[in-house]
């Protein structure tokens, strides 16, 4: 907890981040993106933890960008916007080397490095009333490499240029169409529909899920053959009690309950 601004609530193998500052629209500070690393760091290394829910605390905001208040303070000079600019880009490849499955609960505003934050999730998940825009065009400044390349990887070359050249705001509607959101509910299921599916992925094989993470997030930052890690989780995997029960539970006609 830093200031009741950032909340880490867990539950049945479930984490959730809150994000709580709703009378600013859940806008980030410098120190908030400095505190995400030891936060996600804390919930790799809890056993106990098998996914992560990043979400606004109540429906009015996922996160509207950065507090405009530090402009003038922490960010009014090259070296305070630098520093700011790091500390945003360590908390995006916290959340993105998550070992762990990561989903972005989307409520209405995800704008500017609220969509940063939801970029470096595994998956975004938004209700009907979600909004988005990416708008350092409006600021002047240019966003961390790690956030553009999140954006040109999920929506690719021309709509990555859309949305940074024009700073446009965009429905969920459009979003989706874009490859930015990944499911929609309706305003009053997505809290509902969304545990629901994380509850999905905390009844299957952590080892399992973690793996493909791995070899996924692997291939996206270009390789093309197995490293001798990976190699050797895919060997271990066969070994395992995990894989053991995976087997019995196929041939006895049940669902597998794995280890945490």
Not at 30 to 51: A, C, F, H, R, Y
Not at 155 to 183: C, W
Not at 215 to 233: A, Y
Request: with cysteine; glycine share 6%.
């Amino acid at each position: 907890m830093l200031n009741n601004y950032l909340v880490v609530e867990k539950k049945d193998s479930i984490a959730t981040l809150f994000i709580n500052r709703p009378e600013k629209k859940n806008a980030f500070t410098l120190e908030m993106w400095t505190s995400i690393p030891g936060i996600i760091q804390q919930l790799d290394e809890d056993n106990d933890v098998k996914v992560l829910v990043i979400r606004g605390i109540n429906e009015t905001a996922f996160a509207a960008g950065a507090d405009i208040s530090e402009f003038t303070t922490v960010r009014s000079t090259v070296e305070g916007e630098q520093a700011y600019n790091e500390a945003v880009g360590l908390a995006e490849k916290a959340i993105l080397n998550f070992s762990k499955p990561s989903i972005a609960m989307i409520q209405k505003y995800c704008i500017g490095g609220g969509c940063l934050i939801a970029l470096s999730c595994d998956l975004r998940f938004s209700s009907e009333s979600g909004l988005f825009a990416i708008t350092p065009a409006k600021l002047g400044i240019i966003y961390t490499f790690q956030g553009t390349k999140n954006l040109v990887d999920l929506v690719g070359l021309s709509r990555a240029k859309d949305l940074l050249y024009s700073s446009r705001q965009i429905s969920v509607f459009e979003a989706y169409s874009y490859g930015l959101v990944d499911r929609i509910f309706a305003d009053e299921e997505i809290v509902s529909k969304t545990y629901e599916y994380v509850k999905l992925l905390t009844s299957n094989s952590t080892q399992s899920v973690r793996g493909s993470k791995k070899i996924i997030n692997d291939i996206v930052h270009g390789s093309f053959d197995e490293s001798e890690e990976i190699k050797q989780m895919i060997v271990d995997s066969y070994g395992s009690t995990d894989y053991q029960e995976g087997i019995r539970a196929f041939l006895e006609k049940r669902k597998p309950v794995f280890k945490k």
